[in-house]
C-alpha cells in the first residue's frame, strides 16, 4: 500500500520570498516520488522526479525537492516565489512492486494551492 | 508530437445516459490510465492499462469501462452517467520500464476533460 499527505491545503507567500511546500509518503515498497503542477483550468505538468541517484532534486522554474528516507518526506521548494508559481501543486508516489517492474500506479495527495501576493 | 489528447474538452449528460471519453497518445508508451479530479481529493485512479489488450482496476472504477485494443487509445466509457460522476477526466501515458534497475518513469497528462451530470 501507498500513500501521501500533504501537510497544507493552502500556503500563501509574497512575492521574491521562499516557497516550501511539504509532502510525506508511505509506500511498501521503493517508491518513486514526483511533484508536478497545475495552473487553473490546465493539465498536469511534471516539476521534478526522484532518482535514486541524487537526494537532492532539481526541477523546472528553479524547484527542487530533498527525499529524506528517515523522514518519509519529500518536501518542494524555491528559493523565491513569482507571481507565475500560482498554482496547484501534487506530491505523487509511484510505488514499484519487488524485482523493479513498474506497474505505474500513482498516488496522489490532496493537493497544496500556492497563492503568491505582490 | 500531439502526446495524449483527450476528447471532448466539455460535456454535459443527463442522468443516465452514456458516453466514451476519448484518449489518444502517440509516443508509442505500453501504459496508458484514466484518473478523475475531484476538489480536496487530488487525482484518483479509475483503470490502467499495461499494454494492449490489457486493462486492471483503479481505486475507483465502478461505473466505467474501460477498453485497449491498440497501444495508441484508451477510451472510457461511463455506462450510465450518475451526478457523482460530475468531475474532470485526465488521462496519462508513460513508458513502462523494465525489470531489475528502479524505473522513474514521467506520465503524461492529457488537457482534461470537464463532465458535469445533471
Known amino acids: 500500500a501507498q500513500s501521501v499527505t500533504q501537510l497544507d491545503s493552502h500556503v500563501s507567500v509574497s512575492e521574491g520570498t521562499p516557497v516550501l511546500l511539504r509532502c510525506n509518503y508511505s509506500?511498501?515498497?521503493?517508491?518513486?516520488l514526483f511533484w508536478y503542477v497545475q495552473h487553473p483550468n490546465k493539465g498536469l505538468q511534471l516539476l521534478l522526479k526522484?532518482?535514486?541517484?541524487?537526494?537532492l532534486v532539481k526541477g523546472i522554474n528553479g524547484f527542487e525537492a530533498e527525499f529524506k528516507k528517515s523522514e518519509t518526506s519529500f518536501h518542494l521548494t524555491k528559493p523565491s516565489a513569482h507571481m507565475s508559481d500560482a498554482a496547484e501543486y501534487f506530491c505523487v508516489v509511484r510505488a514499484l512492486r519487488a524485482g523493479g517492474t513498474s506497474y505505474g500506479k500513482l498516488t496522489f495527495g490532496q493537493g497544496t494551492i500556492l497563492t503568491v501576493h505582490p | 508530437n500531439a502526446g495524449v489528447t483527450q476528447t471532448p474538452k466539455f460535456q454535459v449528460l443527463k442522468t443516465g445516459q452514456s458516453m466514451t471519453l476519448q484518449c489518444a497518445q502517440d509516443m508509442n508508451h505500453e501504459y496508458m490510465s484514466w484518473y478523475r479530479q475531484d476538489p480536496g481529493m487530488g487525482l484518483r485512479l479509475i483503470h490502467y492499462?499495461?499494454?494492449?489488450?490489457?486493462?486492471d482496476q483503479g481505486e475507483v472504477p465502478n461505473g466505467y469501462n474501460v477498453s485497449r485494443s491498440t497501444t495508441e487509445d484508451f477510451p472510457l466509457r461511463l455506462l450510465s452517467a450518475a451526478p457523482s460522476q460530475t468531475s474532470v477526466y485526465f488521462c496519462?501515458?508513460?513508458?513502462?520500464?523494465?525489470?531489475?534497475?528502479?524505473?522513474?518513469?514521467?506520465?503524461?497528462f492529457g488537457p482534461g476533460t470537464r463532465l458535469t451530470v445533471l
Open positions: 509506500s511498501s515498497y521503493s517508491p518513486s
Open positions: 526522484y532518482t535514486s541517484a541524487a537526494t
Open positions: 492499462s499495461v499494454g494492449a489488450g490489457i486493462t
Open positions: 496519462a501515458s508513460s513508458y513502462s520500464g523494465t525489470s531489475g534497475a528502479l524505473s522513474y518513469n514521467e506520465q503524461f
